[in-house]
C-alpha cells in the first residue's frame, strides 16, 4: 500500500523559492539558503515559543537583507529559500538528521519529532528538490547565454552558542575548492575591518557546504560560502556596512 504524502504548501503559502535580479549581469549568483523563519501555514508554530521561532534556530537573522544590497550593488541575481530551515534545511542532503532536525541548540522541536519516511519526503519533494533545481536552472540558462556563474551562498550566525562566544566576525568557508575563498582572505587581510578567518565557525567537517559542492564543484564553478556574526548585522546600518565590505572583497578577489 502506498501511503498518501501530507500536503506540505498551501496556495496561500506560495512559492518555496524567491528569485530577484533575475537578469543580473554579474557572474555573481547569490543564493541564501536560510533566509526566512517563515512556517507553512499547516505546521503552525511546530510548538515552539516564539523566542524560538524568531532566534537563528530558525533562521540566518540579516543574512537575506545583506545578500539584497549586495545582489543590488553588483547587479547580481539572488536566488532564497522562503520558508524556515526548522521545515527542512536547504543545505543539507536529505540523508542528513540536520536537514529536519529534531533538536536544535537548547530546543527540542516537537514538530520534528518521530517523522515518518512520508512527512520526511514530503518536505524533501516540497522545498528542497524545487529550490536546487531552481539554481540548477538559473545555472543553466545563465550557460546557455554565454555567462559565468560564480557561487556565493549568503549566512549569519549566533555570537554566543551553548553558552560560549564567539571571537570571530566573519568567515569564509569552502570545501575542496578554494579558489575564491583564498583571494577573499587575502584581500581581507588588506583591510582587516573585521576578524575574518578561514572555514570558522564551521568548515567541511560540520556538512555546511552542501549548496557549495551541490551547485559549485559539480560543474567547475568557483565557490564561496560567507558567515557573518548576526549581530553586526542587526540593523540597516549594520547591513549596509558589511555589504559594502563584502562588495569590496568580492570584486577584488574576482578581479584578481
Same mark, same amino acid.
Given at each position: 500500500?502506498?501511503?498518501?504524502?501530507?500536503?506540505?504548501?498551501?496556495?496561500?503559502? !506560495?512559492?518555496?523559492?524567491?528569485?530577484?535580479?533575475?537578469?543580473?549581469?554579474? @557572474?555573481?549568483?547569490?543564493?541564501?539558503?536560510?533566509?526566512?523563519?517563515?512556517? @507553512?501555514?499547516?505546521?503552525?508554530?511546530? !510548538?515552539?515559543?516564539?523566542?524560538?521561532?524568531?532566534?537563528?534556530?530558525?533562521?540566518?537573522? !540579516?543574512?537575506?537583507?545583506?545578500?539584497?544590497?549586495?545582489s543590488e550593488a553588483l547587479d547580481a541575481t539572488l536566488a532564497y529559500q522562503r520558508f524556515s530551515r526548522l521545515?527542512?534545511?536547504?543545505?543539507?542532503?536529505?540523508?542528513?538528521? !540536520?536537514?529536519?532536525?529534531?533538536?536544535?541548540?537548547?530546543?527540542?522541536? @516537537?514538530?520534528?519529532k518521530d517523522l515518518s519516511p512520508e512527512e520526511r519526503l514530503a518536505r524533501t519533494d516540497a522545498l528542497y528538490v524545487p529550490f536546487h533545481d531552481a539554481i540548477r536552472g538559473l545555472i543553466r540558462d545563465r550557460r546557455a547565454r554565454g555567462q559565468d556563474s560564480i557561487i556565493v551562498t549568503m549566512h549569519s550566525f549566533t555570537p554566543v552558542y551553548h553558552g560560549r562566544e564567539r571571537a570571530v566576525e566573519l568567515g569564509i568557508l569552502h570545501d575542496e575548492d578554494s579558489r575564491l575563498a583564498d583571494r577573499m582572505l587575502e584581500a581581507a587581510a588588506k583591510a582587516p575591518l573585521y576578524r575574518t578567518e578561514r572555514n570558522e565557525p564551521y568548515g567541511p567537517e560540520d556538512g555546511v557546504t552542501h549548496t557549495l559542492i551541490l551547485h559549485g564543484l559539480s560543474n567547475g564553478l568557483r565557490n564561496v560560502m560567507i558567515e557573518v556574526r548576526n549581530d553586526l548585522i542587526a540593523d540597516d546600518s549594520g547591513q549596509g556596512v558589511m555589504a559594502d565590505y563584502l562588495k569590496g572583497l568580492l570584486q577584488e578577489s574576482l578581479d584578481a
Open positions: 500500500m502506498v501511503l498518501a504524502r501530507p500536503k506540505i504548501l498551501s496556495e496561500a503559502d !506560495g512559492d518555496c523559492v524567491g528569485i530577484e535580479r533575475i537578469h543580473g549581469r554579474s @557572474p555573481v549568483l547569490l543564493i541564501c539558503e536560510h533566509a526566512s523563519n517563515a512556517l @507553512p501555514a499547516v505546521f503552525g508554530d511546530l !510548538g515552539l515559543p516564539s523566542e524560538a521561532l524568531s532566534s537563528h534556530i530558525a533562521w540566518d537573522p !540579516g543574512a537575506l537583507a545583506v545578500a539584497r544590497i549586495l521545515i527542512y534545511d536547504c543545505n543539507r542532503p536529505p540523508s542528513s538528521p !540536520g536537514a529536519m532536525p529534531e533538536t536544535s541548540e537548547i530546543y527540542a522541536i @516537537p514538530g520534528n
